[in-house]
């Protein structure tokens, strides 16, 4: 079946922009996550979706990062007034509900801000 | 709380040698464990995971990771590198978190084999 996509591949933007970012899940994944990887860096936890619970928002850089989940499905990742450092590629991961269920990853975007 | 080490950035191996990749950990409870490996340009891919059982767990294209909860380890290996192998690899780590499960992943180790 699908994986997980995501939209768009790339995006540049200027800085002081808004950008919003595309996630799909897996259809019948209850959990969603969102990762930031910087070059020569790991993964960095943003956000994390469990069906109808309250997200957990504790990876969050600041309050210009923002994740809404609509409909326990599609997934946009919103950065407000970007600077240069939030430049990275940014993954959507989706499960199911159990910890040991494993995660499938989306392609990533990959953000530029000039 | 939960944490994983990846000691190398780089791993350097010839083709046809084996290989390891090193991952440790820190959990305060049971530890569910995942390699995942990211060729250029993609996203991660599932390698294998140990929940519980057997401490060699047996994955994809090959590899193997023996679980070793003296050590607190869950090194990645593979008999014979290939070419194709070349790629980053990523250990996680995963408990029960106050009502979230939410992975912890290493900093990731580059793989190259040489021809």
């Known amino acids: 079946g699908a994986g997980v996509s995501q939209s768009p591949s790339n995006k540049v933007t200027e800085k002081g922009k808004d950008v919003e970012l595309r996630c799909d899940p897996i259809?019948?994944?209850?959990?969603l996550y969102w990762y930031r990887q910087s070059l020569g860096q790991g993964l960095e936890f943003l956000i994390y979706f469990q069906g109808n619970s309250a997200p957990d928002k504790s990876g969050l850089p600041s309050d210009r990062f923002s994740a809404e989940r609509t409909g326990g499905s599609v997934s946009t990742l919103t950065i407000q007034r970007t600077q240069q450092e939030d430049s990275a590629v940014y993954l959507c991961?989706?499960?199911?509900?159990?910890?040991?269920?494993?995660?499938?990853f989306g392609p990533g975007t990959r953000l530029t801000v000039l | 709380a939960q944490s994983v080490a990846q000691p190398e950035d780089q791993v350097n191996v010839a083709e046809g040698n084996p290989l390891t990749v090193k991952c440790t950990y820190s959990v305060s409870g049971n530890p569910y464990l995942f390699w995942y490996v990211q060729y250029p340009n993609r996203g991660l891919q599932f390698l294998l995971k140990?929940?519980?059982?057997?401490?060699l767990v047996k994955g994809s294209y090959g590899f193997e990771a023996e679980f070793n909860k003296s050590q607190t380890s869950f090194h990645l290996k593979k008999p014979s590198a290939l070419v194709s192998d070349s790629a980053l690899y990523f250990c996680?780590?995963?408990?029960?978190?106050?009502?979230?499960?939410?992975?912890?992943f290493g900093r990731g180790t580059s793989l190259i084999v040489h021809p």
């Open positions: 991961a989706s499960s199911s509900a159990g910890a040991t269920d494993t995660q499938y």
């Open positions: 259809s019948g994944h209850t959990a």
């Open positions: 996680a780590v995963r408990e029960w978190t106050g009502g979230s499960y939410i992975p912890t």
């Open positions: 140990y929940i519980t059982g057997d401490n």
